[in-house]
């Protein structure tokens, strides 16, 4: 066999990579044409794979939303653990938080996974396990511990949270997943930044 390339089953990384590139396909196609003109065909076509390839990886058209979903949040997650982690004040830690929070949300890539989950009950539960109910709770023990350590009047973290959220997000998103152009990032940031002072005004002591 020297010198011939056995075919066989792709390597693990190779199966990764080609599982990763499927995702990708099917963001690309639901930014183009929304969740009804996203089908198992057109992701195959754009990812270079076979149709039967997606349902051994995700199952069906569900499991592959669902599992964009989950990517997408992983990255998120660890993006805010991460600005969460780093050694620095709570005004400019809570204000990398925030203005992490308000590109994503007005982001291409979120607002398409939004559009597709208000027309799907399952991917929105996805979303919501993934998301909201994952994120919020790493947020909320950041405000736990500088409520402990005596750096904010803060009775009830889960609440402070929807505090900080609303203060953050206002109605930015809503109008953007409603049509409106998405602001520009240094309007963002500028809104991140008063968002903050004003929950710090709210719950220092």
């Avoid at 990886?57 to 982690?85: C, I, K, M, P, Y």
């Avoid at 996805?126 to 909320?140: A, F, K, N, S």
């Avoid at 009047?153 to 900080?164: G, H, Q, S, V, Y």
Wanted: glycine fraction near 8%; charged fraction near 20%.
């Amino acid at each position: 066999m020297t010198g011939q390339t056995r075919r066989g089953r792709p390597r693990a990384g190779e199966q990764a990579a080609r599982r990763h590139a499927a995702l990708d396909a099917a963001l690309e196609e639901i930014v183009g044409h929304g969740l009804e003109g996203t089908t198992m065909q057109a992701v195959a076509a754009r990812a270079g794979c076979s149709k039967e390839s997606l349902y051994t990886w995700f199952g069906n058209r569900d499991g592959l939303l669902a599992a964009l979903v989950e990517r997408q949040s992983e990255q998120v997650n660890a993006a805010v653990t991460a600005a969460l982690d780093r050694p620095a004040t709570p005004r400019a830690t809570l204000a990398a938080v925030a203005g992490n929070m308000l590109r994503m949300l007005t982001g291409e890539v979120s607002l398409a996974l939004n559009r597709a989950a208000m027309t799907s009950p399952d991917l929105a539960a996805v979303l919501l396990r993934h998301g909201r109910h994952t994120t919020g709770p790493l947020i909320e023990a950041y405000l736990a511990r500088l409520a402990t350590d005596g750096l904010l009047r803060i009775d009830d973290p889960a609440e402070a949270f929807e505090l900080f959220y609303g203060l953050v997000v206002r109605d930015v998103q809503i109008r953007t997943l409603l049509g409106e152009a998405s602001p520009p990032g240094a309007d963002l940031e500028a809104a991140a930044h008063r968002a903050v002072h004003r929950f710090l005004t709210l719950t220092s002591g």
